[in-house]
């Protein structure tokens, strides 16, 4: 058979006979016959990929947001890919050019990141290349661009989760929290320690750099930072953990130290990772909506695609959930 009437016969859009059918489809099946993904990519007829792209895919918040772009690429008909970079800006450049020449249908940024000249540069040049691909550039829970950058921004409220975490402890009573916090510079981290501080200011509580500890997101820095304060001899009633696994570092820390949780020492968390609800007490913290960020990054990059999105920054509300690691003190 000639090329053309094997290729009609694959595509579905040229009347075939009963027989020629049967034949080509014989002979897909004996050969184990593909189809060229890339050459379907390049005509317009496949839908490209969604790729997310993290610094750890270990981490249980990014899980969520994967899990959130997973099925919304997914019910629009895209497959989903996830890469991680372990913080190597190198290998961030490497990824976003491979899906543009894959000729992804949207590239997803994840995490916070230093909103300093440099990245606002990179970020700027992976929006006007995949934009010249017919890609998009979603940054989610990453600084925003300015006006005119073909990206679109999905983040969070971060400032007034943290609000909420301190306002909560404070309204209980506590006047010395210690703030466990995320490395500065760091949009997410500077956005919940701008908020920790402004509900120290509504509640006339005096700001006291001792009791403000820089760390990253990790639980050894949890547990390590609570632990010298203790040892330095740093009075505090209750602890606002700038991130749930920042928390659990911080719970084995006091109890180590003999003191009860949340009789000696309140423990308020940030993200609401599934482990929360299973600690003992069950951990009060900020929920945050991750797999709803990976959902709407999807929809706004697809239906910009097809000319149905209008917004260009989305940012979702967080919210407080009270359990039982706080207790009023009088």
Do not use: W
Not at 46 to 65: N, Y
Not at 186 to 206: M, N, T, W
Not at 250 to 278: C, K, Q, W
Not at 297 to 302: D, G, N, T, Y
């Amino acid at each position: 058979m000639s090329v053309a009437t094997v290729s009609r016969t694959l595509a579905g859009n040229y009347p075939v006979s009963a027989e020629t059918r049967e034949r080509v489809m014989a002979a897909v099946a004996s050969l184990h016959y593909v189809v060229n993904v890339h050459a379907k990519a390049l005509s317009g007829r496949v839908a490209g990929p969604v790729a997310l792209v993290i610094k750890d895919i270990t981490g249980p918040s990014l899980a969520h947001v994967a899990a959130g772009v997973e099925q919304e690429a997914g019910s629009r008909g895209h497959l989903s890919l996830v890469c991680s970079t372990q913080g190597d800006t190198k290998r961030e450049d490497d990824l976003v050019q491979l899906m543009r020449e894959q000729h992804a249908a949207a590239v997803i940024l994840v995490g916070g990141a230093a909103p300093d000249d440099a990245y606002q540069r990179r970020m700027a040049d992976y929006a006007k290349a995949l934009d010249s691909a017919g890609s998009r550039l979603v940054l989610c829970g990453r600084p925003p661009l300015p006006k005119g950058v073909p990206a679109t921004v999905v983040d969070y409220d971060n400032r007034g989760g943290a609000f909420q975490a301190t306002a909560h402890l404070l309204t209980a009573g506590h006047r010395r929290v210690l703030f466990l916090g995320g490395t500065p510079g760091f949009s997410s981290a500077d956005e919940r320690r701008l908020g920790h501080q402004d509900a120290l200011r509504a509640h006339d509580v005096p700001y006291a750099e001792e009791m403000d500890i820089s760390g990253d997101y990790t639980r050894k820095s949890g547990y390590l930072n609570t632990r010298e304060a203790l040892r330095a001899g740093v009075k505090f009633t209750a602890v606002f953990a700038a991130s749930d696994t920042v928390a659990l570092g911080s719970l084995a820390a006091l109890r180590e130290a003999g003191l009860r949780i949340p009789r000696d020492v309140s423990v308020v968390g940030f993200d609401d990772v599934p482990f929360a609800t299973d600690l003992t007490p069950p951990l009060t913290t900020v929920r945050v909506p991750y797999e709803e960020l990976g959902r709407t990054a999807v929809r706004l990059a697809l239906e910009r695609d097809v000319g149905l999105a209008s917004d260009d920054h989305v940012v979702l509300s967080t919210q407080l959930v009270i359990r039982d690691s706080v207790r009023t003190v009088r």
